[in-house]
C-alpha cells in the first residue's frame, strides 16, 4: 500500500499574547475632624483632576461616610498620588489622611 503524506491540521495557530492589566488600586481619603472641608475639594481638583462638582460630591462622600474613593489606578500611580496628597497636607498643617486599597 503506498504511504500518503498524512494531512493533518497540526500547525500551531499563533497565540496572540495579551498583556495581563497591572492590578488596580483605590485611592481614598478618610475623614477627620480637623482638615476643612476645602482644602479637601482642592486636593481632589488639584490631584485627582476633578470638577468643582466631582470633588465636592466625593469631599461629601468621605464626610459623610468616613471615606471616599478619587479614583482607581494601576499601583505605581495610586501610590504616588497618595504620597503627593499626604505631603501636600502636611505641608498645609492639616491632618488629612489618604490610603490605597486593592480595587
Known amino acids: ?6 494531512e493533518s491540521n497540526t ?5 496572540v499574547a495579551k498583556p ?3 492590578p488596580m488600586f483605590k485611592v ?6 480637623y482638615t476643612p472641608m476645602e482644602f479637601v475639594v482642592e486636593v481632589i481638583e488639584h490631584f ?7 470633588a465636592t460630591q466625593i469631599m461629601l462622600k468621605v464626610h459623610t461616610e468616613g471615606a471616599g474613593v478619587c479614583g482607581v489606578y494601576p499601583q505605581d500611580i495610586a501610590e504616588t498620588k497618595m504620597n503627593q496628597v499626604v505631603s501636600h497636607a502636611r505641608t498645609s498643617q492639616h491632618p488629612l489622611q489618604c490610603i490605597i486599597e486593592m480595587a
Open 11 to 15: 500547525a500551531l495557530k499563533p497565540e
Open 48 to 54: 485627582f483632576n476633578k470638577s468643582r462638582e466631582q
Open 20 to 22: 495581563k492589566l497591572p
Open 28 to 33: 481614598l481619603l478618610l475623614n477627620d475632624d
Open 1 to 6: 500500500m503506498a504511504n500518503k503524506p498524512h
